[in-house]
């Protein structure tokens, strides 16, 4: 069982930065994967960035990839998401998602069994 707590959602204007962090809070076990999704309304939740725990590999969605990073930190079980260059468009609900142990595709969403609950983000324009 895992536990995601993200924070560090809000309102910003186009151009600004923000970062999200997730906190993970487990009984047991370890995740193959980690990842950020987010779900524009009237969308389906889209992949944005994820990485294999063990290795540190990560990947990314053409979307943001150069323009958001993600951050782990082991010893806090923490896993953040960068946003720089927030456009309009970036506006959703952005959700942490973990995967239990076995090997799975980092960006299928069906690969994840624990999900955080979202923080929203508004860019305006």
């Known amino acids: 069982q895992v536990r995601l707590v993200e924070s560090g959602g809000g309102l910003v204007q186009t151009g600004d930065s923000l970062r999200l962090d997730c906190i993970a809070s487990r009984r047991t076990g370890k995740s193959y994967a980690m990842a950020w999704f987010r779900h524009i309304p009237g969308k389906e939740r889209e992949f944005l960035a994820g990485?294999?725990?063990?290795?540190?590999?990560?990947y990314w969605a053409d979307d943001v990839r150069g323009r958001f990073a993600i951050s782990r930190d082991k010893a806090k079980d923490t896993f953040s998401l960068q946003m720089n260059s927030l456009e309009p468009e970036d506006t959703a609900i952005y959700y942490c998602?973990?995967?239990?142990?076995?090997?799975?595709?980092?960006?299928?969403?069906?690969?994840?069994?624990?999900w955080g609950q979202g923080a929203h983000v508004v860019v305006s324009s």
């Open positions: 990485l294999i725990d063990a290795d540190g590999l990560t």
């Open positions: 998602a973990a995967s239990g142990p076995d090997q799975v595709p980092v960006s299928d969403r069906g690969s994840y069994a624990y």
